[in-house]
């Protein structure tokens, strides 16, 4: 599993009381508090965020479990609190396309409202998670009368946009190595963006080659390449980086320090 930021499972702890207890006055501070870290709620008065923490109902979610499927009525939209969940069209032959993996503090579902209120993809959890689900109809009341929450989506949409941006530049312009490397750079917790830093694959290797576009060969070769480059030293789910410093110099700079989180490309 992604190694946590050390303040995280505290975090998390804290929330899920408040959200499942709707306790204490504190507990609901750090409910509020951990709502205002997500750009859709960025700005926002407390009373205006507390409407959708108040709404706001916490699921548990396995392996293999899907959350939504693409063109399906969306009655709600969603926060992950913890795991991966894979976003990804499926074609008319078939065949599965891999839009995004997503993991906490970040939202999906919500782009359902411009779209006659159907999901716009499918969503299958790959690692077991934790996430927050919160009624598309009150999103959809408060874009109406709330300019800053309109004003937030837009932004997280653009964000999300030019993550995919990124992406597709990775594929024009970097080798196979250098995408793995990035992905690689994506998992690195931003405090240790220099020195050296053990972390273990959120997934399996499978599905890291089919988001990178890759087949499994190719992967492997390109796997063998960057360990020869960079030193980087792999044992099943286990990476080993040396020198973040190093790696960041063989991908030339294509993820800054701002772009090293949450390992989603």
């Not at 960057?226 to 110099?249: C, F, M, N, P």
Request: hydrophobic fraction near 40%; include cysteine.
């Amino acid at each position: 599993m992604y190694i946590m930021p050390a303040n995280f499972n505290n975090r998390y702890t804290e929330l899920m009381m408040a959200i499942k207890g709707r306790g204490a006055d504190s507990m609901q501070s750090k409910s509020l508090a951990f709502f205002k870290e997500l750009t859709l709620f960025a700005s926002l008065a407390d009373e205006e965020v507390k409407r959708f923490a108040d709404a706001a109902q916490i699921k548990s979610y396995k392996k293999g479990q899907l959350l939504y499927m693409e063109g399906e009525q969306a009655n709600s939209f969603y926060v992950i609190c913890s795991g991966w969940i894979k976003l990804f069209n499926t074609s008319e032959e078939g065949e599965e396309v891999i839009l995004a993996m997503i993991t906490r503090d970040s939202v999906t579902g919500d782009s359902a409202i411009f779209e006659q209120g159907r999901f716009t993809s499918s969503a299958q959890v790959i690692e077991d998670s934790e996430i927050l689900a919160i009624p598309l109809n009150l999103l959809k009341e408060q874009l109406r009368v709330n300019a800053q929450l309109a004003f937030n989506m837009l932004t997280s949409m653009t964000q999300y946009q030019r993550r995919h941006e990124m992406q597709l530049e990775q594929y024009l312009l970097y080798s196979a190595p250098q995408r793995i490397g990035c992905f690689l750079l994506g998992l690195c917790p931003v405090q240790e963006q220099k020195d050296g830093v053990t972390l273990t694959l959120p997934y399996d290797k499978t599905l890291i080659t089919s988001t990178l576009g890759m087949r499994g060969a190719t992967f492997s070769r390109a796997l063998n390449i960057l360990r020869d480059e960079t030193g980087i030293h792999i044992s099943g789910s286990q990476v080993k980086i040396d020198s973040i410093a190093r790696l960041l110099e063989f991908v030339n700079g294509c993820y800054s320090q701002t772009h090293l989180r949450g390992g989603v490309i």
